[in-house]
Structure formats: structure tokens, C-alpha cells
């Protein structure tokens, strides 16, 4: 469950804009989601691989060149699809926790 939570919360921070590893799992951070890199690197390429992702090069001031991600089409879909999913999960959770505290 956690992984496809993850995956979702990837696909989300990459909807305003393409981001490289750093900024996503910065994002992740301050949202309090404890990832490391080691987690964060398999899954961009699974997504990739998917067809969720793609990816471009960029030059960077500070360093070597940066790999930033972000949606395709497909991606961008799934997302959609995700949204609703997960609007459905929260609403019966709700329910079912809710109706538990009465």
C-alpha cells in the first residue's frame, strides 16, 4: 500500500512541473514522508519504464548536469485516474472510521 502511495505522491508533485530526484524527495520530506534515495531512484525509473515518466538532462551552475522528471501523457491519465481512486478510498475510510467514533 505504501509503495502505491508513493508512486502517487510522485506523479502528484510532478504535475505543476518537472523536477529533478532532489526537489521530489525534498517535497516528500517536508510532508513528513520518510524516503531515502535508495527508494526514490528504482521507482522514477519504474514509472519511466511504465511510460508514466520521462526524463531530459539539464545543465546545472552547481554541478553536474541534472536529470528532471516529468509527466506524460499516459502519466498525466493515470494521474487523473489515481485522483478519483483516491478521492473514493478517503470517502469510504471516512465512513468507516467515522461511523467506529460514534
Known amino acids: ?3 502505491g502511495v508513493l508512486e502517487y505522491c510522485i506523479l502528484s508533485i510532478l504535475s505543476g512541473e518537472d523536477k529533478y530526484a532532489s526537489e521530489i524527495l525534498d517535497t516528500l520530506k517536508d510532508a513528513k ?3 531515502v534515495e535508495g527508494t526514490i531512484y528504482p521507482l522514477l525509473t519504474r514509472l519511466k519504464n511504465a511510460g508514466l515518466l520521462s526524463y531530459r538532462w539539464e545543465e546545472s ?3 553536474p ?3 528532471y522528471y516529468g509527466l506524460t501523457e499516459t502519466g498525466t491519465i493515470f494521474l487523473k485516474e ?3 481512486t ?4 478517503r470517502t469510504a475510510v471516512n465512513v468507516v472510521t467515522n461511523a467506529k467514533n460514534k
Open 1 to 3: 500500500m505504501r509503495k
Open 33 to 35: 514522508m520518510l524516503v
Open 61 to 63: 551552475t552547481s554541478g
Open 65 to 67: 548536469p541534472r536529470k
Open 82 to 84: 489515481l485522483n478519483t
Open 86 to 89: 483516491w478521492d473514493e478510498l
